[in-house]
C-alpha cells in the first residue's frame, strides 16, 4: 500500500494550496477514513480533515474537520483516481506543517483524529505559510 501526498510548497499569507493524496496498492475500500494530518516543529501531529467514505446512511461521504481549519479548508475525493484532496484558502503562518495522508480502515468506533487508529500513511508534503 502506497500513499503520495503532493501539492505542497511556500505561500504567504492569505494565500492557497491544494494537496493531493494518491493511493496505489489497496483495494478501495467502500467503507473507510482518508484523513490528512499535519505535525509542526515540536507539535503533535493533529487530525485536519477527513472523508469518511461511505460514511452516511445512503453510503455517502461524510466530512469533518479540525475547528483552527473550518471555513478554510475542504477535503474531497475522486474515487476514479484513488485521490483525495484538501484545499487550503487563506492560508495562515500556523498552518506551517508537515502534512501527512492517511488511511484507516478498522477502529471507527474511535474519533477520526486519532492517529493510531490509521493503518496506513504518505511520506509527507511540506506546508510553510509566511
Known amino acids: 500500500v502506497q500513499l503520495v501526498e503532493s501539492g505542497g510548497g511556500s505561500v504567504q499569507a492569505g494565500g492557497f494550496l491544494r494537496l493531493s493524496c494518491a493511493a496505489s496498492?489497496?483495494?478501495?475500500?467502500?467503507?473507510?477514513?482518508r484523513t490528512w494530518f499535519r505535525q509542526a516543529p515540536g507539535k503533535e501531529r493533529e487530525g485536519v480533515a477527513t472523508?469518511?467514505?461511505?460514511?452516511?446512511?445512503?453510503?455517502?461521504?461524510?466530512?469533518a474537520y479540525a475547528d483552527s481549519v473550518k471555513g478554510r479548508f475542504t477535503i474531497s475525493q475522486d474515487s476514479a483516481k484513488n485521490t483525495v484532496y484538501l484545499q487550503m484558502n487563506s492560508l495562515k503562518p500556523e498552518d506551517t506543517a508537515m502534512y501527512y495522508c492517511a488511511v484507516r480502515v478498522s477502529g471507527f468506533l474511535s474519533p477520526w483524529y486519532y492517529d493510531t487508529t490509521y493503518t496506513y500513511w504518505g511520506q509527507g508534503t511540506q506546508v510553510t505559510v509566511s
Open positions: 472523508i469518511h467514505i461511505g460514511g452516511d446512511n445512503i453510503g455517502g461521504d461524510t466530512t
Open positions: 496498492g489497496y483495494t478501495y475500500n467502500s467503507v473507510a477514513y
